[in-house]
């Protein structure tokens, strides 16, 4: 019996504990929930768009209609024309509400009360910037600028059907397409890539939430054409490069007197050759210019800074317009199909200023310019030219700017291209092998020259 009672005992005390700690790791386990739920706002997170807490306003959204001012927007929500004449006047200095623009967005806030009056409306042309019109009250207007990341990259890229596929290809920004004509549009025959031809790129790309929405800047670049290699670097001289701010491994500034081409994204159909055989007239005759199809319309680029000395035209040239660079050097542009604004002999020109546009006047097949680059009186291959380089950079800059090269360089290298197994996978349908490197050259104009 006593060894039944010291068990009952024990086994009760044993049960009482279990039941104890039980209680007690359960009013434990359930303190936290507990606390969970009474820190759980019973008032949801207040929805905050373009930095109003929208959930108590009706939300309507839309874009701006073709010849819509903002009166034909805001008068359905109640907004009258004095207050509309108000608020336009507020907005003279932030964001004028003339600059509201077709196909943008907008959003309207209005009340909930039975007035349903309009009380924000905001401008969202996105993705750099949106413009907040309060209409409550004072009424005001705030331009808010989106924040946005710079993020270095690096990227590279094989042509294999043209520079701008192989950018968009490879992932890259379509911007890069333009940075890269700012480094290397004075030395590289740009516009004439070549299948093979490759390049690297080492850029800062900007991102507004999340999304791309250009490039910044390219702080070095490599460009192989035709198997010659053209690195570009940037640099900064205080007061000094406000213009071109790319140097080659040599601190010589990428930009030179001439541009390579008259026209972008052209090809050429008819190069320089003094023993051209005229497929028409069957007998030798030369071609002294370099032709560049393009569509009509085309705008002509003078290649260097200069004074107009010729904005006519003559039955073999149509209209044309001839530049004088300097004592030595002349360039011509045939076939336009009309000068640009203001340009007339007399007229100085900046180097890459629009002088015309690509047309087909004169004896021409189709619309190209008949680009003729005169020096010392004669006509000349452009193309095989050699120019003098521009002078490096004042000394006392140059142990500084070998410096970032050299740091620039090591990480260019790094860079690595495609395969050949990647590209393929990229171009599936294309026999990559096939396309002929000198398929640009296929097409022939006929050009006759009266200088
Ligand atoms: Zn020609």
Known sequence: ??????????????VAFLILSLIGASSFLNNKPAEKAE???????????????????????????????????????????PEIDKLARK??????????????????????????????????????????YDL?????????????DNVKKTGSGVIYTSLWDAIIQNGMPIEIAVAMEDI???????????????????????FIEGESV??????????????????????EIPDVNKDGYYFDENARP??????????????????????????????????????????RGTPIY??????????????GNGKYVKVKHDRIYSTQYLHMSGFAKGIRAGVHVKQGQVIGYVGSTGLATGPHVCFRFWKNGRQVNHRSLKLPPPEPMAKKYIPQFEVLRDSVKIELDAVAYLSEDEIRALYPDEDIESIPTDSLLAEEHDCDVVP
């Open 136 to 148: 409550q009250d004072t009424m005001s207007v705030t331009k808010i600028e989106r924040p946005i």
């Open 254 to 295: 990428m930009k030179k007197a001439f541009l390579k081409s008259p026209v972008k994204y052209s090809r050429i159909s008819s190069p320089f050759n003094r023993r051209r055989f005229h497929p028409i007239l069957k007998r030798v005759k030369p071609h002294l210019g370099t032709d560049y199809a393009a569509p």
């Open 91 to 132: 907005a003279t200095d932030v964001f004028d509400v003339r600059k509201l623009r077709v196909k943008k967005k907008y959003t309207i806030l209005t009340s909930r009360d039975s007035l349903q009056k309009a009380k924000y409306f905001i401008y969202d042309p996105g993705p750099f910037f949106y413009v907040v």
């Open 184 to 206: 290397f549009g004075w030395s590289v025959d740009f516009y004439q890539v070549r299948k093979g031809d490759r390049f690297k790129l080492i850029y800062d790309e900007q």
């Open 1 to 14: 019996m006593a060894l039944n009672k010291k068990r009952v005992f024990l086994a009760t005390a044993v």
């Open 39 to 81: 820190i759980l706002p019973l008032i949801p997170e207040p929805t905050i768009k373009y930095g109003v807490e929208i959930d108590s306003f009706n939300v309507v959204e839309g874009t701006i209609g073709k010849n819509q001012f903002l009166a034909d927007i805001l008068l359905p929500h109640n907004i009258s024309y």
């Open 214 to 235: 250009g490039v910044a800047g390219v702080s070095g670049a490599l460009f192989n054409h035709n198997s010659a290699e053209y690195y570009g670097y940037y640099f």
């Open 302 to 315: 003078s290649v260097a800074a200069g004074t107009v000395t010729k904005a006519s035209r003559t039955r």
